[in-house]
């Protein structure tokens, strides 16, 4: 009987986030598109950088 009253719950949760939630314009979009590809950039280049360091001096 809790796991019922649980997945109402959650899914009575699920239904209210959803309300809130709205579609990004166009705008929104392509600024989280173009700070998500900066940031995998990043990540990538600070990876890159220490696997050449670990190369040359190791």
Do not use: D, N, Y
């Not at 579609?23 to 890159?48: C, D, H, N, Q, Y």
């Amino acid at each position: 009987m809790a796991t019922i009253t649980k997945l109402k719950t959650f899914a009575l949760e699920c239904k209210r986030v959803l309300t809130v939630t709205k579609k990004p314009t166009s705008f929104e979009f392509k600024t989280i598109l173009k700070v998500s590809a900066l940031g995998m950039v990043a990540i990538g280049l600070v990876g890159f950088f220490i696997q050449m360091i670990k190369m040359i001096f190791f």
